[in-house]
């Protein structure tokens, strides 16, 4: 091997020394490509310019935010230079002394003084509008709970006025069987409340219809029952819940109110029977009527139902009672 110049020679082949190519044939190009990069990198890192509404301060005042700044040449004086509803305002932006904020289909830009920041009135804004929806949820889930629980209580209590006239059908010398097919037509088929709040509630009047159909008297007055039973069960495990006291009417006093209605209903099934004393059953009405005028805005007096009670053969007047407690209801 022998050499010459950069060049290195063996008998075999050539080879080039690593060390002297680049430049040689390539610096001219990297060169360039170097420099763009740096002018790209450059443009990149230049801060945009925020604009925006010069204002000194701004505070959160009414369910608004505010906007202000002075006016006047001798005497200063705060003026508002612009305001926004709390709970319309639809999306913010912030970096710094700079806020950019949406309402009504618009955009609006703020500038505070250099050493100014929004961090706080966009913390602030958050979360008055993350309780604000809490609270319209909240309004919202206990409107479509009363809403429901005045559905089933309506629906209710005429069934339940159905099956407590077959069983004082049930009760008289003679049985009129056609009599107690017209109680049962309101109720054929099946009574199905699928609400989004509360628990569903089935009713099946099948077992009942036939037992009616077949004129057995002992098997409708158990249907009778038990169904009147499912009733109650569903309406006092409705008391028990806890959420939402202080909507009205409540679980609760919607429990309170079936209670009423059933030992009325009963009062007159004692005395078609005959035989029982029903004064202190009575004084029970009277004490459930008293406690729902001091819960809710019902308002009924258990002297208006003495009469009917005492007159239970009239089932006419049965049917004025129960209108009567019909249109209290009205008040919830």
């Known amino acids: 091997m022998y050499c010459k110049g950069n060049l290195q020679y063996s008998c075999s082949r050539p080879t080039i020394a690593i060390s002297d190519v ?13 420099s763009a990069e740096a002018q790209t990198l450059t443009t990149k890192s230049k801060p945009c310019k925020l604009v925006g509404l010069p204002v000194a301060k701004y505070d959160i005042a009414e369910d608004k935010v505010r906007f202000f700044n002075k006016t006047g040449l001798s005497k200063k004086r705060w003026v508002v230079a ?22 009504n289909n618009g955009v609006y830009s703020f500038i505070l003084p250099k050493d100014g920041s ?24 206990a409107e479509l709970r009363k809403s429901e629980l005045r559905t089933v209580l309506g629906a209710s209590l005429p069934i339940a006025d159905g099956l407590f006239d077959v069983l004082m059908g049930l009760h008289k ?27 569903p509630l089935t009713l099946d009047f099948s077992k009942i219809a036939l037992a009616v159909q077949n004129q057995v008297a002992k098997e409708t007055a158990q249907e ?26 409540n679980s ?19 005395k078609t029977i005959g035989g029982a004393d029903t004064q ?53």
């Not at 258990?302 to 009469?307: G, K, Q, V, Y």
């Open 22 to 34: 680049p430049l040689l044939l390539f610096g001219k190009k990297k060169a360039e490509l170097q």
């Open 280 to 332: 202190n059953e009575f004084d029970a009405f009277k004490g459930q009527l008293a406690d729902l005028a001091a819960q809710t805005p019902f308002r009924a007096n258990a002297d208006e139902f003495l009469p009917v009670v005492e007159n239970a053969a009239n089932s006419w007047d049965i049917w004025d009672a129960r209108i009567l407690f019909s249109e209290r209801l009205k008040q919830l």
């Open 252 to 270: 609760g006093q919607v429990r309170n109110v079936v209670l009423a209605y059933f030992t009325l209903n009963d009062l007159w099934f004692a």
């Open 82 to 103: 612009k305001e926004f509803p709390v709970y319309e305002i639809t999306g913010m932006n912030h970096l710094g002394n700079w806020l950019s904020l949406s309402w």
């Open 224 to 249: 009778a029952f038990a169904l009147l039973g499912i009733i109650w069960a569903y309406f006092s495990q409705l008391g028990s819940q806890t959420d939402l006291t202080d909507s009205v009417p």
């Open 173 to 199: 010398k003679r049985v009129n069987w056609l009599q107690i097919e017209n109680y049962l037509q309101a109720l054929s088929g099946t009574f199905n409340f699928k609400p989004q709040t509360l628990t």
């Open 118 to 141: 929004f961090a706080k009135l966009v913390h602030q804004i958050t979360e008055l509008q993350e309780a604000h929806q809490k609270n319209l949820q909240k309004t919202q889930q």
